[in-house]
């Protein structure tokens, strides 16, 4: 099984957590344009960093996160840069309302629009594309969410579900293990599942998921033949998890 890291502050401080990595990962690294993504990725020396992939950040005022009530002229300006490149790319699809509720107002108007824009973009790009998605609740759900356009329908696509156990209080180990049947039964190796957390992202409150949590979640993932696990995030890196995340890279490799 496949396991990497989120990293939304790319810091020497983060990415010296890099000296606990044994085993091969990927990095879904944060940046507010392709420049600042390549001069990041060409920082990183670890042999155990298989591949890069460039997570676009807006500013807070723009929205922060990709949705249809992002400002448009951000959305304009990042698919931009990107249109006419292949470098892989995750877009994290979640709502303005903890970075700039305003935009609920100021964005109306272009909701619509930047939606088409948004799927357009996803279904042209020439390069590999990942979506971060809210927590899995159901296939009802998932209809609102694809409405509000936070979820697109395409085989193209590899499809991240935000999992944090640290921050949502899910019924049971059993309705995690429904959901994550469900999605590799309808995107197979496509669909990845997002853990943690175990360490704070932009509210700075998230709290750390517990090493027995941790690896529970681990277990149903690799039960239901998740492929790639990504956790968020790098930084929060320490002996205990990078323990614990070796077992699951050494027996029960993809």
Not at 74 to 83: D, H, V
């Amino acid at each position: 099984m496949q396991i990497s890291f989120f990293e939304e502050f790319p810091t020497p401080s983060n990415f010296s957590k890099l000296k606990l990595v044994s085993w091969p990962t990927k990095l879904y690294i944060g940046a507010k344009s392709v420049a600042e993504f390549n001069l990041i990725k060409s920082t990183l020396k670890n042999k155990y960093v298989k591949e890069v992939i460039y997570w676009p950040l807006l500013e807070k005022k723009e929205g922060y996160w990709i949705s249809p009530f992002s400002r448009r002229k951000a959305l304009l300006r990042i698919f931009g840069e990107l249109q006419h490149q292949k470098i892989p790319i995750m877009l994290d699809l979640e709502l303005p309302t903890t970075q700039n509720p305003w935009l609920y107002v100021t964005q109306k108007i272009n909701f619509f629009r930047n939606k088409r824009l948004i799927r357009e973009f996803i279904e042209n790009y020439n390069g590999e594309v990942y979506l971060a998605e809210y927590y899995p609740e159901g296939k009802w759900k998932e209809s609102v969410m694809k409405f509000c356009g936070l979820h697109y329908s395409t085989p193209k696509v590899k499809v991240i579900k935000m999992v944090y156990h640290s921050l949502h209080r899910f019924i049971n180990q059993k309705f995690l293990e429904k959901e994550f049947k469900r999605g590799v039964k309808e995107y197979g190796k496509n669909y990845l599942v997002a853990l943690g957390t175990i360490a704070a992202g932009i509210h700075g409150t998230e709290p750390k998921i517990s090493l027995e949590q941790l690896q529970q979640d681990l277990e149903t993932a690799k039960k239901c033949g998740v492929k790639e696990v990504v956790l968020f995030r790098l930084g929060g890196l320490d002996g205990g998890y990078a323990k614990l995340i070796t077992y699951y890279t050494k027996n029960f490799p993809k």
